[in-house]
């Protein structure tokens, strides 16, 4: 919804709060009223606060939750992929719920809250350019927009980075990946992305869900092939048994 009150000086104060009243009262996700005091917040604090962060020790590279010493059975066959992936919270309950909203139900404005809890990300430091991860043309004409630049762009403003849609783009459409094994989607997703010329860039990748990487890896590879100094990637979420359940 366009922000109508702050172009409209003097009134303001009396509008913006027409506005909140215009917008849902309740939490998107519970259901329950949003205090006033949290703005026009769409995911109210305490469903924020389930929102369960991922427990150390992680593995160096691609973030899983790990024991140190014995190999990472998500990253091992990582030849291109990202340096390294950090993800904000588990995809659980409220958290999957709010990745729903956002991707399926056109509430894009959940990424803000979203990129509420990214923000600390070990990747999100320094002098770096956010890439969304690009949907195809097709994908993108059913949804009216890509989520992942949504959460991209609520991220540029919090940790004040650029944001990049100009280098990366998908070049194919891909299947369905939810019924894939974690090879399959390898396969799936190779080649599918290009990207412009990328010299010295450090890049970090936005996405909604880490899976098993392999949407990362393919992206990761194609921008190294352009040139990227540096690829990493954080995504909001990620899926609590990638290889046994997905
Ligand atoms: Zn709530
Ligand atoms: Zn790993």
Known sequence: MPRFAERLGVWGASLAELERWLLPA???????PIAAREGD????SLCRSRWRRLPDPLCGRCGQPAWPDLACRICAGWSEGPARVRSAVWLEESARQAVHQLKYEGWWRVAEAMA???????????????????LGPGRA???????????AAALGRLVGAPVRTDLLRRVRETRTQTALTPEARQANLAGAFASAEAGGV???????VFTTGATLVSAAAALRAA???QVEAVTFARAMEPIATI
């Open 116 to 134: 509420e809890a990214m923000r600390g990300l070990e990747p999100l430091t320094g002098q770096v350019s956010l890439i969304p991860v690009p």
């Open 26 to 32: 309740a939490c998107l996700l519970c259901q329950a």
């Open 141 to 151: 004409r059913e949804r009216g927009y890509n989520q992942s630049e949504r959460i």
């Open 227 to 229: 040139g990227a100094a």
């Open 202 to 208: 450090a890049v970090v990748l936005v996405d909604d």
């Open 41 to 44: 917040a769409l995911v109210c």
